[in-house]
């Protein structure tokens, strides 16, 4: 991987009843860590990517209830194993079992040093795009749907949770940091009727350069252009006020359902839209790297991202 790159592989996921909901996030190269952030600035910016690594993982509870976990230790090199079927991250891993992916979780919380440990096991039901898609305009950036549609069996011994439901992986990777080519994105998935999926990914490059990627997936895989809905606006995240923005149908004006992060610099939520003519619940995220990049939020992040190693 390129000094200074990153690759991360995603996981999001809302039970059935839609009382409960996860996002996992494995990072090489931890994006959004502000340990990488100064050490690429020491040295210029080629810092190692393998020496900043980290599961984060986040429960919710958007249909009310206890349970609700934020996991995500960074760790050095000596805590990353690498084969062709397994990444290991400190003390949790993934691993490629036949056609589904097995993760064992042993993280612990913060600010709050809980623990979170169990067992995911996620089914995909359909391929994603043959290849990684490039997300600006010089190809530095890359993302790949890789089981845009696919199934969940939750099983965490702490908090205690045992449900099943819709899911969806992909993975992104880029030789560069994210805000040396992006200010901000929108992007945002949902399942949609029949056990179909559909995402949004609308990025704005540090020139003023929109970028915008809309694909539906179905059973028999490999991702077919949707006619993305118009873009619309929503309240900005109630705390730190970051502008968020989802497409949905003309006439379908979407409604935030439950805002699940708020950060200085990032928000994720869950938002009641309309697209291809269909109601849907679909996972949103904004993020603004211009405030990212900021010295102030920099110094914050480490109480909600400790490191180790």
Not at 49 to 68: D, F, Q, R
Not at 251 to 258: L, S
Request: positive net charge; glycine residues 10%; charged residues 15%.
């Amino acid at each position: 991987m390129a000094p200074g790159g990153y690759a991360w592989w995603y996981i999001d996921a809302l039970s059935d009843d839609g009382r409960h909901g996860l996002v996992l996030i494995a990072f090489i190269g931890s994006v959004f860590s502000p340990y990488y952030a100064w050490a690429r600035a020491r040295q210029g910016g080629l810092a190692d990517a393998l020496k900043h690594v980290a599961i984060n993982v986040a429960l919710y509870t958007p249909g009310g209830g206890p349970g609700a976990r934020w996991a995500m230790t960074e760790r050095g090199a000596a805590a990353l194993q690498r084969q062709p079927h397994t990444l290991a991250i400190g003390p949790s891993a993934l691993h490629w079992d036949g056609d589904a992916l097995q993760i064992t979780l042993d993280e612990r919380c913060a600010p709050l040093p809980r623990r979170l440990r169990g067992r995911l096991r996620l089914q995909p039901q359909a391929q994603g795009a043959p290849a990684p898609l490039p997300l600006d305009s010089a190809g530095l950036h890359q993302w790949w749907p890789i089981a845009p549609c696919a199934r969940i069996d939750v099983d965490l011994a702490e908090p205690g949770w045992r449900w099943q439901g819709p899911a969806y992986l992909d993975s992104n990777r880029g030789g560069v940091p994210l805000a040396r080519s992006f200010a901000s994105w929108q992007w945002a998935r949902a399942t949609l009727v029949g056990g179909h999926s559909a995402v949004a990914y609308d990025a704005v490059e540090i020139g003023g350069t929109a970028r915008q990627i809309a694909l539906q997936f179905d059973a028999g895989g490999g991702g077919q252009p949707m006619l993305a809905p118009p873009m619309q606006a929503l309240p900005p995240a109630p705390v730190f006020r970051v502008p968020r923005s989802v497409r949905s149908d003309g006439g379908c004006p979407p409604r935030v359902h439950a805002t699940l992060e708020d950060a200085p610099f990032y928000n994720r939520s869950l938002v009641a839209a309309q697209w291809l003519g269909q109601p849907v619940l679909a996972v949103h995220e904004s993020l603004d790297l211009r405030r990212f990049s900021r010295p102030l939020v920099q110094a914050m992040l480490p109480f909600r991202m400790p490191r180790r190693g």
